[in-house]
């Protein structure tokens, strides 16, 4: 199952008695996907930039701001979304802590940041087709995705919950 899918899982199932970390995790990884924001580790809260929310399963969804990431629901009110008072705001903080250097691990820190100077280095020509072109872009972004997801999997908190949720979705 990739990193998405579980975050994405945990959102969905998540209320107060969700181990906070793990909850974190979810919102961390859902949120931050990408290799771009995970050049500076340890993360640091001040410079976590371009995260955008996201949709999870049973009408859930996350919303992000300069405070953090906040999970919603809109099962009572379809018309109307409302906060989920259950989940309160995960603050960039609390994500930031669970990537460190010693969990992502040094090989793949330079993988992450090797993977962000190849987006950096193309050129924005599209429609070449030399290397430059749009499936080189494709090529360094899929590499951007996968180095994000395993960095995530590294960071993910070890609680007996994951499992126990997992089983109930049927997915582990």
Known sequence: MTVIVQARAILDGCDLGTPRDLVAWAAGALTLCHAVHLTRIPLDPRHISNA????????????????GVQVWDDKDNPANLGTVTAVPRISWARIA???TLDRVGVQLHQRILAAVAARGEHDGVWDRPDQHGLAAWRDIEDECREVAALAWQRCRPDTDLQTDLFDLIGQR
């Open 52 to 67: 955008s929310g996201s949709w999870v399963p049973g009408h859930r969804g996350t919303s992000v701001d300069d405070l």
């Open 97 to 99: 802590a669970l990537v």
